[in-house]
């Protein structure tokens, strides 16, 4: 007699080739929309892009002044390091949303082109595997094309105050800080945006109290009613380590 039960393989013997093949599909699906070059150019102006805010630091704090009226112009480190997690948290909140993607995808699977986050609905996958990859996808992915052309060229920049004479009042050992704290705002905004998107789509009762849980947070932050590194933790470890990030005076 032929044994016909079967379940699904657990997170631990799937997850890796999982997530393997998700980031494949990845690069596959952008190289659908643009050509490997214009893609594989995107982290280098990144990273170029960050090297010359990196070495106009300097200005950016007010440091270098040429009169009294750009003190006023000049941003303070607390500005910028809430202007760099507010950016990439709502970034990551508009990336994460991937229970819409994933409604199209179950509706598309039987298209010439299959994705694999739709693959439990004719495959018996795990769900949470399927998912937990995806996210963990999702992470790696905007890590290594946003956060770590970045830092890089925050390196950059740093090298070229050493050999070019271009000096900038960031330092080596706040760049392990800056990476860690962004990759939580990173993940943090995906998990919140998973999350919502996960509800949105279910409707009913949902489908307002999504919008209204958003826009009243948003309204609380902008007015400070709440706190900004309460709500984004990555941003309240970096702030706590401030003794790490030299502070212009």
Same mark, same amino acid.
Request: proline share 4%.
């Given at each position: 007699?032929?044994?016909?039960?079967?379940?699904?393989?657990?997170?631990?013997?799937?997850?890796?080739?999982?997530?393997?093949?998700?980031?494949?599909?990845?690069?596959?699906?952008?190289?659908?929309?643009?050509?490997?070059?214009?893609?594989?150019?995107?982290?280098?102006?990144?990273?170029?892009?960050?090297?010359?805010?990196?070495?106009?630091?300097?200005?950016?704090?007010?440091?270098?002044?040429?009169?009294?009226?750009?003190?006023?112009?000049?941003?303070?480190?607390?500005?910028?390091?809430?202007?760099?997690?507010?950016?990439?948290?709502?970034?990551?909140?508009?990336?994460?949303?991937?229970?819409?993607?994933?409604?199209?995808?179950?509706?598309?699977?039987?298209?010439?082109?299959?994705?694999?986050?739709?693959?439990?609905?004719?495959?018996?996958?795990?769900?949470?595997?399927?998912?937990?990859?995806?996210?963990?996808?999702?992470?790696?992915?905007?890590?290594?094309?946003?956060?770590?052309?970045?830092?890089?060229?925050?390196?950059?920049?740093?090298?070229?105050?050493?050999? &070019?004479?271009? *000096?900038?009042?960031?330092? $080596? +050992?706040?760049?392990?800080? %800056?990476?860690?704290?962004?990759? @939580?705002? =990173? !993940?943090?905004?995906?998990?919140?945006?998973?999350?919502?998107? &996960?509800?949105? *789509?279910?409707?009913?009762? $949902? +489908?307002?109290?999504?919008? %209204?849980?958003?826009?009243?947070? @948003?309204? =609380? !932050?902008?007015?400070?009613?709440?706190?900004?590194?309460?709500?984004?933790?990555?941003?309240?470890?970096?702030?706590?380590?401030?003794?790490?990030?030299?502070?212009?005076?």
């Amino acid at each position: 007699m032929v044994n016909t039960s079967y379940s699904p393989p657990k997170i631990v013997d799937s997850f890796w080739v999982t997530f393997r093949m998700m980031f494949k599909e990845e690069w596959r699906q952008n190289i659908d929309f643009a050509k490997k070059r214009h893609i594989a150019l995107f982290p280098v102006m990144l990273a170029l892009l960050s090297m010359i805010v990196t070495v106009g630091l300097r200005y950016l704090t007010g440091e270098v002044l040429i009169n009294s009226e750009e003190s006023q112009q000049a941003f303070t480190w607390e500005q910028l390091k809430i202007y760099m997690h507010v950016g990439i948290f709502g970034f990551s909140l508009s990336m994460g949303s991937f229970a819409f993607i994933g409604r199209v995808m179950v509706s598309q699977r039987d298209g010439g082109k299959n994705y694999l986050l739709a693959i439990p609905a004719v495959q018996p996958l795990d769900l949470v595997t399927n998912y937990f990859a995806y996210y963990s996808k999702e992470v790696t992915y905007y890590f290594l094309m946003l956060l770590t052309p970045a830092i890089l060229g925050m390196a950059g920049g740093l090298l070229l105050e050493q050999f &070019a004479g271009l *000096s900038t009042p960031l330092m $080596w +050992s706040s760049l392990p800080v %800056v990476l860690f704290a962004l990759t @939580a705002t =990173l !993940a943090q905004g995906l998990s919140f945006s998973f999350i919502a998107s &996960a509800l949105f *789509s279910r409707g009913g009762i $949902w +489908s307002y109290v999504i919008p %209204v849980i958003g826009i009243t947070i @948003a309204l =609380l !932050a902008s007015i400070q009613i709440i706190n900004l590194e309460f709500l984004i933790p990555g941003m309240m470890y970096q702030f706590s380590h401030q003794h790490l990030i030299p502070i212009v005076s």
